[in-house]
C-alpha cells in the first residue's frame, strides 16, 4: 500500500465515489486496484466472473 490512509476505502463502494476519492487523493490507483484485485479473488470461486484476472498487469500501469 502507499502512504496514503487505508481507511479512506471504507465507503468506496460505487465508481463515483472511488473516482472522488481519487481525485480528491483520499486514494491511490494502486490502493483501487488492489482492493479490487482482493474482491475478485474472494468472490471468483462462487461468481466465477472472470476467466481470466491480469494482477501483475493491473497493478504495472497504476501511477
Same mark, same amino acid.
Request: aromatic share 4%.
Given at each position: 500500500?502507499?502512504?496514503?490512509?487505508?481507511?479512506?476505502?471504507?465507503?468506496?463502494?460505487?465508481?463515483?465515489? !472511488?473516482?472522488?476519492?481519487? &481525485?480528491? =487523493?483520499? @486514494?491511490?490507483?494502486?490502493?483501487?486496484?488492489? *482492493?479490487?484485485?482482493?474482491?475478485?479473488?474472494?468472490? !471468483?470461486?462462487?461468481?466465477? &466472473?472472470? =476467466?481470466? @484476472?491480469?494482477?501483475?498487469?493491473?497493478?504495472? *500501469?497504476?501511477?
Amino acid at each position: 500500500m502507499t502512504g496514503f490512509d487505508s481507511e479512506g476505502l471504507e465507503g468506496l463502494e460505487g465508481l463515483r465515489e !472511488q473516482a472522488e476519492a481519487l &481525485a480528491d =487523493r483520499r @486514494v491511490s490507483s494502486r490502493e483501487l486496484v488492489e *482492493r479490487s484485485l482482493r474482491r475478485i479473488e474472494a468472490t !471468483q470461486p462462487t461468481i466465477n &466472473a472472470f =476467466r481470466v @484476472v491480469r494482477a501483475d498487469a493491473a497493478l504495472r *500501469r497504476c501511477v
